[in-house]
């Protein structure tokens, strides 16, 4: 079998991602689909507008055949850990050949060399790197920075989130020596685009579509496959409304306004003076959204400010910080997933997880801690639900994989 990785949050899935899966097939002559994704929080530190679950079967029924969870320990950090996580992920399922990954560059050829690069360091670009650091610009800033300072090629390409997530894609294949090949995709519609495009086009961003839900703007449905929108429907049905940060919002506060600067500090990436900022700005401001714009600076971007957020609200400190992923978690497969599923149980590297109540004492230290933290995410993102009857808890460990 010839099966192709993806890496995606589908957050929610679109015409994008369904345009992107296919690209992939057709590409590859893939047998077979695995896609990574982030659990209940993201990247960039929100909750996902639908749970895990529910997205992984979005997923099922657009043409992916096995889901994986990339664990929250990974999901919700810089892109290089975030990227890490999930391909080395990919490469423990011994069956992964090739990478798909969705970019907004037009030379694939540059970003391959800037991972080569940056997987093996000079000493002047980490002499002129730590001199914009110095200066107080957020790390991808001074990156950019400095490698255009030192003339690289191709350092303009690492202005768009789809790139910068590539090139740690390719970076993790370099540094780890790994058999998997890179393919390049090209997206369509802008990312970060909160604008709904014309209808014909089809191709809204992932953010814009969260907006229209939020508004209960009809205007989502044109920018999702029809079992999508099914599966939405049924959702909004249930009472399972769109999930955003703002539902967290008295947790957080709550948590910040009891916490002093030192227990913030062991708060995993909070250091540097973050701490201080933080607990000044809970103090005097009264919403999400007041509170970032007060910590946000050169320095700390809003995103990371967001990712600190969660951390918070799921008390990640440095115990459940890991390098690689400690097992396979399985949300959801279809007919070929099995088949893939059968395969790789003869060749993964790591415990594939399908019954997480049964397995979970089957796992060593570290894999139980990342577990937990899991588990834990998933207990706290059910607290965010406007019905009561929905905020349940220990679905992580009770709820089998969905079956397309």
């Known amino acids: 079998?010839?099966?192709?990785?993806?890496?995606?949050?589908y957050n929610p899935f679109h015409n994008g991602h369904q345009y992107h899966i296919g690209q992939s097939k057709a590409l590859q002559e893939s047998d077979g689909i695995i896609a990574v994704m982030s659990g209940n929080f993201t990247q960039r530190g929100e909750a996902a507008v639908f749970d895990k679950w529910t997205r992984a079967e979005m997923a099922l029924r657009c043409g992916v055949d096995l889901v994986l969870e990339l664990p929250v320990s990974f999901a919700v950090r810089s892109a290089g850990y975030f990227a890490k996580g999930a391909v080395l992920s990919l490469a423990a399922t011994g069956v992964v050949s090739h990478l798909s990954c969705g970019v907004e560059s037009q030379s694939t050829n540059q970003l391959q060399q800037l991972a080569q690069f940056l997987s093996n360091?000079?000493?002047?670009?980490q002499q002129v790197l730590q001199q914009y650091l110095q200066q107080g610009l957020s790390y991808p800033s001074a990156r950019q920075k400095a490698l255009s300072a030192l003339h690289i090629d191709g350092a303009e390409q690492l202005q768009t989130p789809n790139n910068i997530l590539a090139l740690h894609y390719l970076q993790t294949i370099e540094q780890e020596s790994l058999p998997i090949t890179p393919v390049f995709i090209s997206r369509l519609g802008d990312y970060n685009d909160t604008a709904i495009p014309q209808v014909s086009q089809g191709f809204a961003s992932a953010s814009a579509i969260r907006r229209l839900l939020c508004q209960e703007n009809s205007l989502w449905q044109e920018q999702v496959p029809r079992p999508v929108s099914q599966l939405i429907h049924e959702q909004l049905q249930q009472g399972y409304l769109p999930m955003q940060n703002q539902n967290f919002e008295q947790i957080l506060f709550a948590l910040l306004r009891r916490s002093t600067p030192d227990l913030l500090s062991d708060i995993i990436e909070t250091a540097e003076g973050l701490e201080n900022r933080i607990y000044t700005a809970a103090h005097q401001t009264h919403t999400l959204d007041d509170l970032c714009s007060a910590i946000k600076s050169k320095r700390y971007t809003y995103t990371r400010i967001q990712r600190m957020l969660i951390h918070l609200l799921l008390n990640f400190t440095a115990q459940y910080?890991?390098?690689?992923?400690?097992y396979?978690?399985?949300?959801?497969?279809?007919?070929?997933?099995?088949?893939?599923?059968?395969e790789m149980k003869k060749r993964c590297t790591l415990p594939i997880i399908i019954r997480p109540a049964r397995q979970r004492h089957q796992l060593d230290q570290q894999a139980q801690l990342m577990l937990a933290l899991d588990c834990r995410a998933t207990n706290l993102y059910?607290?965010?639900?406007a019905l009561p009857s929905l905020r349940t808890c220990n679905r992580d460990l009770l709820k089998m994989p969905v079956q397309v």
């Open 1 to 9: 079998m010839q099966i192709t990785g993806i890496v995606a949050e």
């Open 121 to 125: 360091e000079t000493p002047q670009y």
């Open 321 to 326: 910080a890991a390098e690689q992923p400690a």
């Open 328 to 342: 396979l978690r399985v949300l959801g497969f279809n007919r070929t997933g099995q088949k893939i599923l059968k």
């Open 382 to 385: 059910d607290m965010g639900y």
